[in-house]
């Protein structure tokens, strides 16, 4: 039986409804477009064995991408607070699933995703300065600095950083927006623009669907994001109403700059190229604006990383700190530090955890192709237990008010999941994703362990 618990509010914990309907539809747009779009699409390519397909992976992405914005829509309105995911999980099955999916947050999906970050924002920094970093420990050692200090500013306040964030959003749909536009500028021969015709036909031998499955993989890493809103109801006005628009919204957007990128990727480099490419945005611009195109999208796509960056460690915390407030994790994570007026020790623990993470990938090589996995394993589980929540809340809170009502219900909802068991198969079969998949489910089941041993029973307050 759930446990529902208390209703828990913006109000409930002190924060403010102060953004409004375009503030709100700015995070989502800001959450979801952070450094995957600037270097996931190397790897689809890759496991997808032609453009061709890659651009059908990321197709079938937006699609997945879309049914689960409508499907968090409704719950968005169900559930207009801070932390709502994690009550949308206790309310629906019980309190471990919600423990589970705060925990692996905290130590997998966002610490995995702020360490792919770091690496990202420091590759590109070199490359914008004009010294690019190549060597795994020199880059390892920048990107642990970049996570340090950003984890220091935001214990120290997040007054700067609410702001970093809304300014990189505009560079980041601004140097998507330029990419586009040159490749439709650039005058490329028609065969260039997917793969030849011997490159398209797959090397491997797999059947289309096993390599969409595997290519789905990586390029979901780039859509995840649009359940920040669900995280920060707490602090949006007329949340019943704008969580859904914010969700819906925009995730449209960025499906729609997605693909258009994709396609400007492969006009300006190539199927090759964009295999080929350590630095992939950098390397585009460059094609069609040689001089400066390099350095100028290397300082813009590092710019766009730090700011994600910064919100990660801005917005993640905000999900411990709720389940730490509402007894199922230490207290000690549910201290608000009186003179910074910040989830101190929330915000210390993503920060390490992402250390953690950052420096064991490292010692085993493919740094970024690793974390990204893990990242998109955890949240395949999930995101697919969310959407199945949908229908359990339809089932076990039917007179509760819902401002928003999913279309095609329950199809869309369930279409939604099927595509998330779809990547996570594509994680679980493809051979080079498996060791990962196996820690992700060691992990989860180590979390399972934890949470009898210490937070099973009555909510302890």
């Known amino acids: 039986m759930a446990t529902e618990g208390k209703e ?76 709502g995911q994690y009550d949308i999980l206790r309310d629906a099955y019980s309190p471990l699933p919600a423990f589970l999916f705060v925990f692996c947050n905290a130590t997998a999906i966002q610490a995995g995703a702020i ?14 300065i004009g010294n690019e970093i190549t ?36 560079f980041k749909v601004l140097t998507l927006i330029v990419v586009t536009i040159l490749a439709i500028m650039f005058d490329a021969p028609v065969t260039e623009v997917v793969a030849s015709e011997s490159t398209e ?23 995840g994001g649009w359940q920040s809103a669900l995280w920060m109801a707490g602090e949006i006005r007329q949340p019943k109403r704008n969580v859904p628009l914010a969700i819906v919204g925009g995730v449209l957007v960025v499906v729609t700059i997605y693909l258009l990128v994709n396609w ?9 190229g964009v295999v080929g490419s350590q630095t992939l945005a950098a390397d585009a611009v460059a094609k069609a604006w040689p001089n400066i195109g390099r350095r100028v999208a290397g300082a813009a796509v590092a710019v766009s990383a730090f700011g994600v960056l910064n919100a990660q ?14 007894g199922r994790f230490f207290r ?4 608000i530090n009186t003179r910074f007026r910040t989830p101190l020790t929330a915000i210390v623990l993503l920060g390490f955890m992402a250390l953690v ?66 990547i996570f198969a594509g994680a679980l079969f493809y051979s080079e994703h498996r060791i990962t998949v196996l820690i992700g489910i060691g992990w989860i089941l180590g979390a399972t362990l934890l949470y009898f041993l210490c937070f099973y029973g009555p909510r302890r307050q």
């Open 8 to 83: 828990r509010s913006g109000a409930d914990q002190g924060l403010k409804r102060i953004l409004g309907p375009v503030d709100a539809t700015c995070i989502v747009i800001g959450a979801i477009i952070g450094v995957g779009i600037f270097f996931t699409p190397t790897q689809v390519a890759q496991l997808a064995e032609s453009g061709g397909m890659a651009l059908t992976a990321w197709a079938i992405g937006g699609a997945i991408a879309l049914m689960g914005a409508l499907t968090f829509a409704e719950l968005g309105g169900l559930y207009p607070r801070t932390g």
């Open 115 to 128: 360490a792919v970050i770091a690496i990202i924002c420091a590759k590109h920094l070199g490359v914008a």
């Open 135 to 170: 060597g795994t420990f020199a880059l390892t050692l920048s990107a642990a600095g970049l996570i340090v200090g950003l984890t220091a500013a935001n214990a120290l306040g997040v007054r700067w950083g609410s702001r970093i964030q809304n300014l990189t959003v505009y």
């Open 201 to 223: 036909q797959s090397d491997s031998g797999r059947a289309p669907i096993v390599l969409i499955f595997a290519a789905l993989v990586p390029a979901f890493f780039a859509f």
């Open 264 to 272: 400007a990727y492969l006009r300006l480099l190539g199927y090759d």
């Open 313 to 326: 460690l801005l917005g993640g915390p905000r999900l411990i700190y709720s389940m730490a407030n509402d």
């Open 332 to 335: 000690l994570f549910a201290r």
């Open 357 to 422: 993470l950052l420096f064991a990938a490292a010692a085993g090589g493919n740094i970024v192709e690793k974390l990204t996995t893990g990242v998109v394993f955890f949240d395949s589980v999930f995101f697919a237990l969310t959407g199945l929540a949908l229908i359990v809340l339809r089932k076990r809170r039917p007179r509760a008010e819902r401002p928003v009502r999913v279309p095609g219900y329950p199809v869309v909802p369930l279409l939604f999941v099927l595509g998330e068991l779809c």
